[in-house]
């Protein structure tokens, strides 16, 4: 679900490598967070990182509202799941690895196939990343051990400042790190910088304390002395990794390079016991992998890289149908093995000692009710507010939780921590429950997998009431009773209790309550010619508010407006917003932000009425292109569960008097994966608009997402209309009643109060200025421009300043603000052209045309616009001849422009010349535009000047009928009706031509026109 823009919101004043780990640990992911990269030991030699797989920690980074799956690392593939490893074009060596506190060193294991010697020419090198990556992993019995040789040419200056440094982090804890070749090979000498390891330098730092992650790690630095372009610098080294928790049970797998990498050799090779079962399985469908014996003792799989460049795949897809360039491996027989070694580690029996501050904490909970519900709800949030997340993944806290007393007492946790004491809580209550594994990022892809605890990344809750499943996370926050059936989007899971554990699959169904509500209220009772003052509401639940929600910190007033500045822009469309406020409900977790602010509908004048468009303020974001034939078997995905509700309402002038509603049915939306339904209606001057969406995080069939993407844009692009009357007062007049009005004033304090929170803000000051403008107020305008400028001077606020004192007859002032407007911008198109103008208005001409383009191309947009002020400049100096000699020839090349033909009909017209040619040019202006009620307003002064007033009064009043703040029309519609003996007209028409542009009646004097 994404936040659409407010209905009609229009123009504002503004207008005017630290890598993984490699022990799997399921404490590594908390549901608040969403994955950034998960990447297993990395030495990133060449350009090209040697990863392995992931089995200790990942990236997070905080859920923002709808944060989804796993978030992109910057290799060449990302990581989707535990057995994915990111390939990334690496800007340093960075790989944790695992060994004792020492860094070791020594040579190549026997069991290595040697690579081919390093190929250096140049000529067979070009266009090579890597002239070597070998990468080989052997399985002997409950050991992994991963041998990588990787070589990297010094090309540049970036690769060398690159390259270096090694970098690499282990925790001391899991395994062996040694070194096996450090090395620089110079013009055909190999010098070594590995030296028995001197040179390497051993950092304690804990890289993921600010992820929420303490694991012990170590860090060995090493500075590559004398490096340098040219040189090509190469590393071996291998991982062997162990793990107690898994049984004697193996689970790990090779990368597979793809292209576009170049690679001088390349191989990814398997090596295992014989008499070990092991499986493995390649992720590719067109990577073949077959294995061989070696000897009686081993077998192997070997892949030459880089493999085939890997598909594009479309958006929003499940995460099975993404390409996975890695052959895994596992010793686990079946998904109940791996139940099996896992189970044990959750057992809850004795682990609440009587007479404990916990067994107190959850006698509390039974007594509040004996509804087995209740209890669930109330343990659930208490280990989830009461137990802050953390990752402790010292010693064997990859996988095996620390207790629940451990836990409640330090008040820290990871999800296996938190499941445990959840667990252990529950069992004393009386509540049926299990530990159950998940994938947060790729778990529609689990039952592809080969089974290993590798395949997950998470544990959390299933519990059982009456035969009734509720799957419940500790690591989450804001979770009430009422959201207590709730499903997170795990997709296939193993849930470890029973005598035959075996994967599920979660049900897909909606948030029961909403995660978002928003309430719009806009008052525009001022009508449509001014803005709106409103009151926007967000309420957040559940999880959505703790973890939106911002926290009252030093910063807490700086951080709330920036929240509710953007809120207001998503929403709304505008940032004029005065102090919001909020607050947060613990019981219900509910955190509510309310804003007032402005709104700037777009009220548009159409069919002689002013209408006012509504299109749906909460959207269904549908963005899954099937346009490849390769891509028309893949199911599509809208986003997690999501429930969302809105209400707009809007409060229309004079209580709606003949005010209508058009197109209030919109229908609904009902889809696997949405359902979404949308109402308005006026009632007593008020009209109302309700959304509810109700999003399941259900895939939508592969033959079905063309039809879902037809009918969710249908019915997105639906919109309603408010109609007012036609009798509806013209602008010059609703201002003038409407200034006093309670909307303004809320309007008026608002900017206000922007103001005076930040007075030296000289931007709060241009948008009261625009106010001022739209209020006809051109006095209180220039004021506040002036102050503006006073504080913050630029080319656009003296512009703004200028063309108000053009409008109170103050040329001299216009003027001189147009050259420090240019001064401050010469390369400001508006700015020049202004000036241009006001310099030829001063008897200037020769300055303004000095300006401009002298020679613009006519056949451009641009050029004709620069051609067209050049003709206003030489027009506006009175140098009119110059002018039509110039219209003239532009019409020779390019007779068919409205613009051209308008031009030349306007100025022979105000000049009353040549009036049958200006005819002609006013008619084929009009035939050619869409829009021409500036072409009328034109013909209508050849009318004019030709004595045809009743033809005049005509073109007039179409021309007003289109846009009837034209103030050019309006005055002469005037003058016309004060000739044709209607006086009463003339003076409604003259002073409401002058209230919209003071300067209009000057303009026509100079060309003899009087009222």
Known sequence: MNLARGAGASGSPAARSDVAGLQRTFGCHDSRWVHERRVRCCAHFGGIAACRLPEQCFHRRLRVRRAKGLAGSTGLFRMRNGWIVGAAIAVHFACPAWAGDKVLTGPVPSWVAPAPALNLDPSARSGTALPLFDEQVLVDGDTVTAFFDTATVISTPEVLAQRGNLKMSWQPDHGDLTFHRLEIVREGQVIDALAGGAGITVLRREAGLERMIVDGQLTAVKHFEGLRVGDTL?????????????????????????????IGFGRARLLWLSNRDIAWKVGLPNVTAVPRKIDARWNEIVIPLPIAKLPEMPKNMPSRFTPVPVVQFSSFKDWQAVARAMAPLYRTEATIAPGSDLAARVATIAARSQDPIERLADALQMVQDEVRYQLIALGTGNYVPQSPAETWSKRYGDCKAKTLLLLAVLDRLGVEAEPVLANTGRGDAVGQMLPAAGAF???FVRAKIAGEDFWVDGTMLGSRLADIRDVPRFGTVL??????????????????????????????????????????????????????RVDRNADYDEKLFAFAEKAANDWIGTSSIGKPRAEFDTANATWTLVVDGVGYPKWQYRDRRQALSLGPTLIVAYDAPRDRAAWRAIPALIDQPWTARSHVSIRLPDDGKGATLIGGDMGDLDLPAVKWQRSAKLTEGTVSEEISSFETGAEIPADRTSGAGRAIADAMAKKARIELPESYARRWDDVARRKASPAVAKVRAIFDERIAAKPDDAGRLVDRGWLQERLLDWSGAEA???????LDPTAARYLNRAQVRSQRGDKAGSLKDAQAAYDLEQGDKEARDYLAVELAEAGRV?????????????????????????????ESGERHEEALELLDAALEKRGTSAELRNARCWYLALRSSSLDMALADCNRAIELSSDPATYLDSRAMVRFREGKLAEARADYDAALAQEPELASSLYMSAVVSRRLGDKGRADLERRAALTLNPSVERFYRRYGITP
Do not use: C, W
């Open 495 to 548: 849930p470890l209790a029973g005598a035959a554990p075996t994967l599920v699959e979660l049900p897909k169904r909606a948030h029961a309550r909403s995660d978002l509500d928003v309430d719009i209220a806009y008052d525009m009772t001022a009508g449509p010619y001014l803005p709106a003052p409103f009151r926007l509401t967000l309420r957040h639940t559940g999880a959505y508010a703790a973890t939106n």
């Open 784 to 790: 506040d421009y002036a102050k503006a400028i006073a």
């Open 457 to 459: 990344d998470h544990v």
């Open 234 to 262: 190469r590393a071996a080294f291998s991982v062997t990794t162990r793990d107690a928790t898994l049984e004697g049970n193996v689970q790990d797998g090779l990368l597979l390079i793809p292209a576009p990498a170049k």
């Open 846 to 874: 020769d300055e303004g045309l000095d300006l401009l383009p002298s020679e613009p191309d006519i056949n451009t947009d641009d050029g004709l616009s620069d051609f067209l002020h050049r003709v206003d400049v030489l």
